[in-house]
């Protein structure tokens, strides 16, 4: 079946740097994409969201770009901090209420 | 303002055995669901349901049963337990008004673990 997928399971980033996470999509007709940030021992915290209509958007220091062409998304973190070592996950709903959640990314901040 | 809050925390269950895993919300929110996530994966849709009296299946509904008697509580239920059914149980609600965003809240989760 269809499904999200991360590119990469771990990325490894110095403190204040820019991280890129990156995830690829089968689903056509997904409408919402959205980013989760899931921190050792607690459940997935949203971090930003975009609609199918639309190709980029912003929020405090996260972006997330999307590539409707390639089935592409992307999730920019500026000036990366130790706080943001967590694991990363996108996911995606045609609508339905239904999420389907990739495996995640883990991203580990070095000082 | 409570969030999402998951009981028990841990649970220790023999194959064969039955519980009922605790959600409730305290935001009013219309839509709430059931996941579970095993090492290294995503997490996986195990029923929803989109208000009182209304609940449908996710992704992997075998072996679990829900019911939506209220707008706060959601509690999944566990028949017969069996190891394959081991992994960390979470909880998560939406307001159906938040048409602009997908942001949905998560409670802590459950550890399950049937030996």
């Known amino acids: 079946g269809e499904s999200v997928g991360l590119h990469l399971p771990t990325l490894s980033v110095q403190e204040g740097d820019n991280s890129i996470i990156n995830c690829a999509y089968s689903n056509s007709a997904s409408d919402y994409f959205i980013w989760y940030k899931q921190e050792s021992g607690k459940g997935p915290q949203f971090i930003i969201d975009i609609r199918s209509n639309m190709d980029k958007r912003q929020g405090q220091r996260v972006t997330v770009l999307l590539n409707k062409t390639v089935k592409h998304l992307s999730l920019q973190i500026a000036a990366t901090q130790p706080g943001d070592s967590a694991v990363y996950f996108c996911?995606?709903?045609?609508?339905?209420?239904?999420?389907?959640f990739g495996a995640g990314t883990t991203v580990t901040v070095r000082a | 303002n409570a969030g999402v809050t998951q009981t028990p925390k841990f649970q220790v269950l023999k194959t064969g055995q039955s519980m009922t895993l605790q959600c409730a919300q305290d935001?009013?929110?219309?839509?709430m669901s059931w996941y579970r996530q095993d090492p290294g994966m995503g997490l996986r849709l195990i029923h929803y349901?989109?208000?009182?009296?209304?609940?449908d299946q996710g992704e992997v509904p075998n072996g679990y049963n829900v019911s939506r008697s209220t707008t706060e509580d959601f509690p999944l239920r566990l028949l017969s337990a069996a190891p394959s059914q081991t992994s960390v149980y979470f909880c998560?609600?939406?307001?159906?008004?938040?048409?602009?965003?997908?942001?949905?809240?998560f409670g802590p989760g459950t550890r399950l673990t049937v030996t």
């Open positions: 935001m009013n929110h219309e839509y």
């Open positions: 349901s989109v208000g009182a009296g209304i609940t």
């Open positions: 998560a609600s939406r307001s159906k008004l938040a048409v602009t965003s997908y942001e949905q809240y």
């Open positions: 996911a995606e709903t045609a609508g339905d209420y239904k999420l389907s």
